[in-house]
């Protein structure tokens, strides 16, 4: 399945671009974080970015029944860059610890692991994970 993709701009600075919930969203998700923070000048964060954003798909695609899911990312401040997921599923995630031969249930703590800090807000209409990455000072 091919997925294409023009992000939508929001404010504060941002975009944001609705997504089939399939594995496949993941590689669209990653170069939209990877483009906006390329963008942003903001390379050394590239490659958390990517990772952060690639679990919350998964995640969305793995544990909610949702066929639609929303990739965001923005600059709340000058100083922080969110990247999130939105879905319809009122389903909060929940960190876990997995068996040591599992699979699976590691995203979460990866996520807490890479992010500066990462949570969930509940809506009427579902959800949004979202973790936050620090901006480093310019040197």
């Known amino acids: 399945m091919t997925v294409t993709t023009t ?11 609705t997504l ?3 594995p496949e969203s993941s590689g669209v998700a990653r170069r939209l974080v990877s483009n906006t923070l390329r963008a942003w000048d903001l ?4 490659e958390v970015g990517t990772l952060i954003v ?4 998964t995640n969305s695609v793995d544990h909610t029944p949702c066929r639609l899911l929303r990739v965001v990312v923005s600059r709340p401040s000058s100083r922080i860059v ?3 997921v939105a879905d ?6 929940e960190m876990v610890t997995p068996a040591d031969d599992a699979e699976q249930g590691r995203g979460l703590a990866l996520i807490d ?6 949570g969930s807000d509940p809506h009427d209409w579902g959800k949004l994970v979202w973790a936050e990455l620090r901006v480093n000072e310019p040197s």
Not at 7 to 17: C, D, N
Not at 54 to 57: A, G, I, T
Not at 113 to 118: D, E, K, N
């Open 7 to 17: 992000p939508t701009a929001v404010a504060p600075p941002g975009y944001s671009k």
């Open 20 to 22: 089939p919930s399939v």
């Open 43 to 46: 390379n050394d964060l590239v």
């Open 54 to 57: 690639s679990e919350l798909v």
């Open 82 to 84: 969110r990247v999130g």
């Open 88 to 93: 319809q599923s009122r389903l909060l995630p």
């Open 113 to 118: 692991a890479l992010s500066w800090r990462w």
